[in-house]
């Protein structure tokens, strides 16, 4: 055979074999994730978050953000859920927590009884950074906004130190005469989340709920059938959504980095990208006077609140 | 060679890229079905990890239920660790459900893996479902929802726990099946390994030994054929059959010590053809020299016949005179003496004396002057017999055999038959006085080219070598009675007809003398026929 031809067909045969290689079984199976260990730090500034919602959904929401504060201020922010409204109280004053994303009527309560401070909030899409207090029902209850019709039905309420939750309802029934609120109504059920109040609605558990604006239509817009089976009765006036508020014995240059680095998230891709987790856009700025609205609320229905009890679970 | 060298060399390098490209496509699976067997064991650590993060979401969710704890981070945590662990397998198997590699090894592997999404989506909806619950039940205070939540997410959580531990076992068992797989594989690669390079071994030895075989089989030939043409033998070649480059030297080779052959002959033959030239050359030197010698020779022999013809007019016609006055007064003197007279014999002795010296007179006058010459149609042979007829019946001729070869069919020829047989007359009798003791005579007449050959032979004693240089010259005799002028005049009747005479001697053998004559018939010359072996004299 000439040596031409036996190279071609040697030439050939190395070609398909090649080609046999490259596309039989050598596909390799998906790459395992080795993530890098996290660098210890030195100083740890534990921020608590309230269940206002699913707490696990808190700490998926959180957890963007306290790894974003970790890296830039280097000390190791630690998110803390804590399974009630009432319990924050216990550890802004054991010092358990450095700072909180304080519900409003927290904020007012414990700014009576402690020193913090509020440094800033999230502002939603739209520069929404107040929420309202709302009052719901499933429409096939046939409840409407007069409150009267709400009388000896059950209600879901979330925790006695929440805007939304509790102060809202009651202050809105005693607008409109009504001022033995637990009377009213055949039961009350302190939920402890206000996505579990607008769920014992819809499960039909109770008949009515109290919650944030916010939280009902998130809940809303991610369940369809929730969104066709609700309806609001009353909406309250605005007030300023969940703010980070710190223990003011905090020293002030952490204060201040804090601050200035939730005031800045925005602009950075990290903090963007903390920012879409908390479903804001940006930080602002949360002062003292914005939470007056709410005071004077208490003080219509008659809520001391220096002495109001912080009613932890159980 | 260099097309056989290439042709061993990919032959070799084919079969080892063959092997080496089983064995990297072996290892290449193997690789992938360790790694397979890696990211199996990965998941089942997973899963491990899943089911402990559930017992410990269960255990967390009893300690805060019974009070034990407000800490919900490590319930919280558990449940994270186990949605990014489920979320990682999902991504995983995801992977492969439609991986055509995996396909080839596993045939119900997507049947599998769907069955395993659906497990998984069933888990994703309990596990969403349970922090609904978990998370409900931390918060309320609604003891009886408490209890209800409680128990519906422990049943959950035990629920999601046996489907864990069911698809850890799926798990457990698929690897062990890739494991048999890819053990089976190594033993099987091993078996292709080993076997890839004995052959690769075995090919490249017996392709080392052919092309060796094929390198030093023809070289050595080649040397053979070399060292015989070496040595002068041109007539062999170098008998290679191969069309490589050494085939092709050899055939150049031969080209060459053919054309080494054919030069060498035509050296030969040109040597030899100089070599006939030379010989030719000397010979017609020879040839040449000898005619210039017998001219030369004639020459002077014409010179001095010349000379003497002159000398003898003259001699001749002074002595004629005085000699036939003596023989007058002789002849008168006897005739008046009586013949008892005492001088009357004395006068007859001066008589005869007077008359041999006006003979010889008359001779030497018939050779300074020569007869008229009358040419007429002539036969030889008729001649020959007609002076044969004059002499044989002398007694000197009883013991001489005489014999005739004569040729019937001789030419006639134009020339004077009383001078021709004069000629013949002398030769024949120089023979027979050569034969005292007797022998043969012999007469022989033949045709030649341009006309006739006539030999006299006779067996006598022969002629000296002093004496054949003289044969011809006039006066020149051996004999007590001789005038010496006998074959004087016959070589130049012989001349005068245009012809050659030539005689040959030797002792033992006796003496032959050849006449050639032109024969009028032929056109030309008569030219000079060879006289072979015999001396031309004159």
Same mark, same amino acid.
């Given at each position: 055979?000439?040596?031409?031809?036996?190279?071609?067909?040697?030439?050939?045969?190395?070609?398909?074999?090649?080609?046999?290689?490259?596309?039989?079984?050598?596909?390799?199976?998906?790459?395992?994730?080795?993530?890098?260990?996290?660098?210890?730090?030195?100083?740890?500034?534990?921020?608590?978050?309230?269940?206002?919602?699913?707490? &696990?959904?808190?700490?998926?929401?959180?957890?963007?953000?306290?790894?974003?504060?970790?890296?830039?201020?280097?000390?190791?922010?630690?998110?803390?859920?804590?399974?009630?409204?009432?319990?924050?109280?216990?550890?802004?004053?054991?010092?358990?927590?450095?700072?909180?994303?304080?519900?409003? &009527?927290?904020?007012?309560?414990?700014?009576?009884?402690?020193?913090?401070?509020?440094?800033?909030?999230?502002?939603?899409?739209?520069?929404?950074?107040?929420?309202?207090?709302?009052?719901?029902?499933?429409?096939?209850?046939?409840?409407?906004?007069?409150?009267?019709?709400?009388?000896?039905?059950?209600?879901?309420?979330?925790?006695?130190?929440?805007?939304?939750?509790?102060?809202?309802?009651?202050?809105?029934?005693?607008?409109?005469?009504?001022?033995?609120?637990?009377?009213?109504?055949?039961?009350?059920?302190?939920?402890?989340?206000?996505?579990?109040?607008?769920?014992?609605?819809?499960?039909?558990?109770?008949?009515?709920?109290?919650?944030?604006?916010?939280?009902?239509?998130?809940?809303?817009?991610?369940?369809?059938?929730?969104?066709?089976?609700?309806?609001?009765?009353?909406?309250?006036?605005?007030?300023?959504?969940?703010?980070?508020?710190?223990?003011?014995?905090?020293?002030?240059?952490?204060?201040?980095?804090?601050?200035?680095?939730?005031?800045?998230?925005?602009?950075?891709?990290?903090?963007?990208?903390?920012?879409?987790?908390?479903?804001?856009?940006?930080?602002?700025?949360?002062?003292?006077?914005?939470?007056?609205?709410?005071?004077?609320?208490?003080?219509?229905?008659?809520?001391?609140?220096?002495?109001?009890?912080?009613?932890?679970?159980? | 060679?260099?097309?056989?060298?290439?042709?061993?060399?990919?032959?070799?390098?084919?079969?080892?890229?063959?092997?080496?490209?089983?064995? +990297?496509?072996?290892?290449?699976?193997?690789?992938?079905?360790?790694?397979?067997?890696?990211?199996q064991d990965i998941i089942i650590g997973k899963y491990n990890e899943m089911l402990f993060q559930m017992k410990g979401a269960q255990a967390e969710l009893f300690r805060h239920q019974a009070g034990y704890t407000r800490n919900i981070?490590?319930?919280?945590?558990?449940?994270?660790?186990?949605?990014?662990?489920?979320?990682?397998?999902?991504?995983?198997?995801?992977?492969? *459900?439609?991986?055509?590699?995996?396909?080839?090894?596993?045939?119900?592997?997507?049947?599998?893996?769907?069955?395993?999404?659906?497990?998984?989506?069933?888990?994703?909806?309990?596990?969403?479902?349970?922090?609904?619950?978990?998370?409900?039940?931390?918060?309320?205070?609604?003891?009886?929802?408490?209890?209800?939540?409680?128990?519906?997410?422990?049943?959950?959580?035990?629920?999601?726990?046996?489907?864990?531990?069911?698809?850890?076992?799926?798990?457990?068992?698929?690897?062990?099946?890739?494991?048999?797989?890819?053990?089976?594989?190594?033993?099987?690669?091993?078996?292709?390994?080993?076997?890839?390079?004995?052959?690769?071994?075995?090919?490249?030895?017996?392709?080392?030994?052919?092309?060796?075989?094929?390198?030093?089989?023809?070289?050595?030939?080649?040397?053979?054929? *070399?060292?015989?043409?070496?040595?002068?033998?041109?007539?062999?070649?170098?008998?290679?059959?191969?069309?490589?480059? +050494?085939?092709?030297?050899?055939?150049?080779?031969?080209?060459?010590?053919?054309?080494?052959?054919?030069?060498?002959?035509?050296?030969?033959?040109?040597?030899?053809?100089?070599?006939?030239?030379?010989?030719?050359?000397?010979?017609?030197?020879?040839?040449?020299?000898?005619?210039?010698?017998?001219?030369?020779?004639?020459?002077?022999?014409?010179?001095?016949?010349?000379?003497?013809?002159?000398?003898?007019?003259?001699?001749?016609?002074?002595?004629?005179?005085?000699?036939?006055?003596?023989?007058?007064?002789?002849?008168?003197?006897?005739?008046?003496?009586?013949?008892?007279?005492?001088?009357? @014999?004395?006068?007859?002795?001066?008589?005869?004396?007077?008359?041999?010296?006006?003979?010889?007179?008359?001779?030497?006058?018939?050779f300074a002057r020569p007869q008229k010459h009358e040419e007429k149609l002539t036969e030889i042979n008729g001649i020959i017999n007609e002076t044969l007829s004059l002499i044989e019946y002398q007694p000197s001729m009883r013991k001489?055999?005489?014999?005739?070869?004569?040729?019937?069919?001789?030419?006639?020829?134009?020339?004077?038959?009383?001078?021709?047989?004069?000629?013949?007359?002398?030769?024949?009798?120089?023979?027979?006085?050569?034969?005292?003791? @007797?022998?043969?005579?012999?007469?022989?007449?033949?045709?030649?080219?341009?006309?006739?050959?006539?030999?006299?032979?006779?067996?006598?004693? $022969?002629?000296?070598?002093?004496?054949?240089?003289?044969?011809?010259?006039?006066?020149?005799?051996?004999?007590?009675?001789?005038?010496?002028?006998?074959?004087?005049?016959?070589?130049?009747?012989?001349?005068?007809?245009? $012809?050659?005479?030539?005689?040959?001697?030797?002792?033992?053998?006796?003496?032959?003398?050849?006449?050639?004559?032109?024969?009028?018939?032929?056109? @030309?010359?008569?030219?000079?026929?060879?006289?072979?072996?015999?001396?031309?004299?004159?």
């Amino acid at each position: 055979m000439p040596a031409f031809k036996v190279i071609t067909i040697a030439a050939q045969t190395t070609l398909s074999l090649m080609t046999m290689l490259l596309f039989s079984c050598s596909e390799k199976p998906a790459d395992i994730i080795n993530p890098e260990p996290k660098k210890i730090k030195e100083r740890t500034l534990t921020i608590a978050i309230l269940p206002e919602q699913n707490v &696990f959904e808190q700490k998926k929401k959180y957890k963007p953000l306290a790894e974003y504060l970790s890296n830039a201020l280097d000390v190791n922010v630690k998110i803390k859920l804590l399974d009630s409204y009432g319990s924050i109280y216990d550890e802004i004053r054991n010092r358990t927590i450095d700072g909180a994303f304080f519900g409003s &009527f927290n904020y007012v309560l414990i700014k009576e009884r402690a020193d913090i401070e509020p440094l800033a909030r999230p502002v939603e899409t739209g520069d929404i950074s107040v929420y309202k207090g709302i009052i719901f029902t499933r429409k096939d209850r046939k409840i409407t906004g007069n409150v009267d019709s709400w009388k000896g039905r059950k209600i879901a309420l979330v925790h006695e130190v929440t805007t939304a939750g509790y102060v809202f309802p009651r202050w809105y029934l005693k607008k409109y005469g009504i001022n033995d609120f637990e009377r009213h109504f055949s039961k009350i059920v302190f939920t402890g989340s206000h996505d579990a109040a607008i769920l014992s609605v819809f499960k039909g558990q109770t008949d009515l709920g109290a919650a944030k604006d916010l939280i009902f239509r998130k809940l809303l817009s991610e369940n369809p059938a929730i969104k066709n089976e609700m309806i609001i009765l009353a909406e309250s006036t605005a007030v300023p959504s969940n703010s980070l508020c710190v223990r003011s014995s905090l020293d002030r240059e952490t204060k201040e980095a804090l601050k200035n680095t939730l005031l800045s998230l925005h602009e950075t891709k990290g903090g963007s990208m903390a920012l879409q987790a908390l479903n804001a856009v940006r930080f602002k700025e949360t002062k003292d006077s914005e939470f007056d609205t709410l005071r004077e609320m208490a003080i219509d229905l008659g809520i001391d609140i220096k002495t109001y009890p912080f009613r932890s679970r159980r | 060679m260099k097309k056989r060298l290439i042709s061993g060399l990919g032959l070799v390098l084919f079969i080892f890229t063959i092997g080496a490209m089983v064995v +990297i496509k072996n290892l290449n699976t193997i690789v992938v079905n360790q790694n397979l067997i890696n990211e199996q064991d990965i998941i089942i650590g997973k899963y491990n990890e899943m089911l402990f993060q559930m017992k410990g979401a269960q255990a967390e969710l009893f300690r805060h239920q019974a009070g034990y704890t407000r800490n919900i981070e490590d319930l919280v945590n558990y449940i994270g660790m186990f949605d990014e662990n489920m979320g990682f397998l999902s991504r995983q198997y995801a992977g492969h *459900i439609h991986d055509v590699a995996c396909m080839q090894c596993h045939t119900k592997i997507e049947e599998r893996l769907t069955s395993l999404k659906g497990i998984f989506t069933e888990i994703n909806t309990m596990i969403k479902d349970y922090k609904e619950d978990v998370s409900i039940m931390i918060t309320t205070d609604d003891e009886n929802q408490m209890r209800f939540l409680e128990s519906a997410a422990t049943q959950k959580g035990n629920t999601i726990s046996g489907h864990l531990e069911k698809i850890r076992h799926a798990a457990d068992k698929m690897r062990g099946e890739i494991k048999g797989k890819r053990n089976a594989l190594i033993n099987r690669s091993q078996i292709v390994i080993f076997s890839t390079i004995f052959l690769t071994i075995v090919f490249s030895l017996i392709i080392f030994i052919v092309l060796i075989r094929g390198i030093t089989g023809p070289v050595n030939s080649l040397i053979k054929g *070399i060292q015989r043409i070496a040595s002068g033998d041109f007539s062999q070649k170098v008998e290679l059959q191969t069309k490589d480059e +050494i085939g092709f030297m050899a055939e150049t080779f031969n080209g060459m010590a053919e054309r080494l052959s054919t030069m060498i002959d035509e050296k030969d033959r040109l040597l030899r053809t100089l070599q006939d030239f030379n010989l030719e050359l000397e010979k017609r030197v020879k040839e040449a020299t000898d005619k210039l010698r017998l001219t030369q020779e004639n020459m002077a022999r014409a010179e001095t016949l010349a000379a003497v013809g002159t000398l003898a007019a003259g001699i001749s016609h002074e002595i004629s005179t005085p000699l036939n006055t003596i023989t007058g007064f002789v002849q008168l003197t006897l005739s008046s003496l009586d013949d008892t007279s005492a001088i009357k @014999g004395d006068l007859r002795v001066i008589e005869q004396e007077a008359l041999r010296c006006r003979k010889i007179v008359q001779g030497l006058l018939n050779f300074a002057r020569p007869q008229k010459h009358e040419e007429k149609l002539t036969e030889i042979n008729g001649i020959i017999n007609e002076t044969l007829s004059l002499i044989e019946y002398q007694p000197s001729m009883r013991k001489i055999n005489i014999k005739r070869d004569l040729n019937e069919k001789l030419r006639p020829l134009d020339a004077d038959p009383l001078q021709i047989k004069q000629v013949f007359l002398n030769l024949i009798l120089n023979a027979i006085q050569a034969m005292q003791d @007797g022998g043969e005579l012999r007469i022989v007449t033949d045709n030649t080219g341009s006309g006739i050959m006539i030999e006299v032979s006779d067996t006598g004693t $022969g002629i000296s070598e002093g004496d054949m240089q003289k044969i011809f010259q006039p006066f020149y005799t051996t004999k007590k009675d001789g005038t010496g002028l006998g074959l004087s005049i016959s070589y130049g009747i012989i001349k005068e007809h245009g $012809g050659d005479i030539y005689a040959r001697t030797s002792s033992d053998k006796g003496t032959v003398f050849r006449v050639l004559l032109p024969s009028l018939h032929n056109a @030309g010359d008569p030219g000079t026929p060879s006289p072979d072996s015999l001396d031309k004299r004159g």
